[in-house]
């Protein structure tokens, strides 16, 4: 039986510790999401794939596999399109790295092509949040002493999906 | 994850049943790696009641592949669909032999 769906649950945000063990809880909550807004097992699936890859990714890179840090996942709707924003605290990544598959034997490294293959789209953010300090002299020159500090920041992958 | 480890005759079989991911890897590569070595060169992973599986379960498996390689051995691979679309997304299918059910797989030993 299908239903439609009459309310949207737009958007929802589910937020996890960096372990391992919450991972699967959180993707089978996409997953349902995903299946209550556009009927689409496969969708769903895929979606779930692709938001388990990137928390693994997380917590393994961004947090070093140590628990206890905040990863906050925000599921939304927007026109006939799932979206994902992903969102850690850790080391930020300085590129992408590119979706290839590796060599067979190898026993790691799929997780990007995984993520590659269930999405339509994907980006990654880096937000720092700095202090700027501005230090002006009176030397006639109007010139100025600067000092930025980083005093936090965050990491957003955004996945995007259309249905 | 539950992991059911059953001999048929002098193969190994081995049922994993839920999600087969990060979480739980660790576990059953170690269990996997403790049967290759302890076995006769037969095993079968039967994740027909797998019901989700990562890349890090995508590991294990090419772990117990090499394995069983090192010691001139056989694995033979039972999977659900969603196992099996994610071998296949990922080209293991290539390399993995795959049956679809424990019997068949089973039977693949007495053929060869």
């Keep these: 039986m299908v239903l439609s769906n009459t309310q949207t649950v737009n958007p929802v945000t589910l937020k996890i510790t960096s372990s391992v063990d919450c991972v699967s809880p959180l993707g089978e909550a996409i997953q349902v999401l995903c299946l209550y807004e556009t009927g689409s097992e496969s969708f769903a699936n895929d979606v779930q794939r692709a938001v388990v890859e990137a928390l693994n990714n997380v917590i393994l890179h961004a947090y070093h596999n140590h628990e206890g840090h905040d990863i906050v996942v925000q599921w939304k709707r927007e026109d006939n399109r799932i979206r994902i924003d992903i969102t850690d605290y850790g080391l930020s990544m300085s590129a992408l790295p590119p979706p290839k598959l590796p060599n067979f034997e190898a026993e790691s490294g799929r997780g990007w092509w995984i993520i590659n293959a269930c999405c339509d789209d994907y980006y990654y953010k880096v937000e720092e949040f700095i202090k700027r300090d501005r230090m002006y002299k009176e030397n006639g020159q109007n010139e100025y002493s600067e000092q930025i500090v980083v005093n936090s920041h965050s990491n957003v992958l955004t996945l995007i999906k259309y249905f | ?112």
Excluded at chain 2, 27 to 34: F, Y
Aim: charged share 25%; net charge negative.
């Design chain 2, 1 to 112: 994850m539950i992991l059911n480890e059953k001999k048929h005759g002098d193969i190994d079989v081995v049922e994993l049943t839920g999600r087969f991911a990060m979480a739980n890897f660790s576990d059953v590569r170690d269990r996997l790696k403790s049967i290759i070595e302890e076995g006769e060169g037969k095993l079968v992973i039967d994740m027909e009641k797998v019901t989700f599986i990562d890349s890090s379960a995508c590991a294990v498996l090419i772990s117990a592949y090499k394995g069983m390689q090192l010691r001139e051995g056989r694995l033979v691979i039972v999977t659900s669909s969603i196992v099996q679309s994610l071998i296949e997304l990922t080209r293991l299918h290539t390399i993995f032999d795959i049956s679809p059910s424990q019997a068949a797989a089973l039977l693949t030993f007495d053929e060869s």
